[in-house]
T-cell receptor
Framework: KQEVTQIPAALSVPEGENLVLNCSFTDSAIYNLQWFRQDPGKGLTSLLLIQSSQREQTSGRLNASLDKSSGRSTLYIAASQPGDSATYLCAVTTDSWGKLQFGAGTQVVVTP | ETGVTQSPTHLIKTRGQQVTLRCSSQSGHNTVSWYQQALGQGPQFIFQYYREEENGRGNFPPRFSGLQFPNYSSELNVNALELDDSALYLC??????????????FGNGTRLTVT
């Protein structure tokens, strides 16, 4: 059974510092891995999607890596801003229909 | 293109009642999935619908049921509500079967509170 874990559960950093969020999964048979952002009480916004054959994806200040063999992904957010405060969720796609298995998320607070 | 829309945004029900949540898929999408997100947890897969039929189900009891309509909109029905059903219910749509499946696009969810 696939299990997705995110560490740490919460993180607080001063503005300008780089953020490093970790995600691990137990079964390497995944189709892809996604990182989502969730603001309080809101839905999910997809940030980055890494196909199983890829090692990393980049979008602006965001970079995500994937090491499928070790079951790990890391999301880097450079030069954090207060607007980056949110919960970040990682999820792996476990079948060809797109079913997602989520971690519990990392709650990030960036202080001015 | 219109995104995924869900209604209502908030709902309060009493234990034992029944509830229906609604979702309009993103234009051009043919598959809809429902997820339950309890406070402080990641979303959990409830079920998925494709061509109006259930196409996969998570670890949820039969009192959770759904429908997908010809226009690809969807409903989630929950009977005999329990306090633990209090959660954010997320709908997501995608396009499947064109050779390259699209990622899921999520709505903003319906916050259900059971008292």
């Amino acid at each position: 059974k696939q299990e997705v874990t995110q560490i740490p559960a919460a993180l607080s950093v001063p503005e300008g510092e780089n953020l490093v969020l970790n995600c691990s999964f137990t079964d390497s048979a995944i189709y892809n891995l996604q990182w989502f952002r969730q603001d309080p009480g809101k839905g999910l916004t997809s940030l980055l999607l890494i196909q199983s054959s890829q090692r990393e994806q980049t979008s602006g200040r965001l970079n995500a890596s994937l090491d499928k063999s070790s079951g790990r992904s890391t999301l880097y957010i450079a030069a954090s801003q207060p607007g980056d405060s949110a919960t970040y969720l990682c999820a792996v796609t476990t079948d060809s229909w797109g079913k997602l298995q989520f971690g519990a998320g990392t709650q990030v607070v960036v202080t001015p | 293109e219109t995104g995924v829309t869900q209604s209502p945004t908030h709902l309060i029900k009493t234990r034992g009642q029944q509830v229906t949540l609604r979702c309009s898929s993103q234009s051009g999408h043919n598959t809809v999935s429902w997820y339950q997100q309890a406070l402080g947890q990641g979303p959990q897969f409830i079920f998925q619908y494709y061509r109006e039929e259930e196409n996969g189900r998570g670890n949820f009891p039969p009192r959770f049921s759904g429908l997908q309509f010809p226009n690809y909109s969807s409903e989630l029905n929950v009977n005999a509500l329990e306090l633990d059903d209090s959660a954010l219910y997320l709908c997501a749509s995608s396009l499947v079967g064109t050779g390259r499946n699209s990622p899921l696009h999520f709505g903003n969810g319906t916050r259900l509170t059971v008292t």
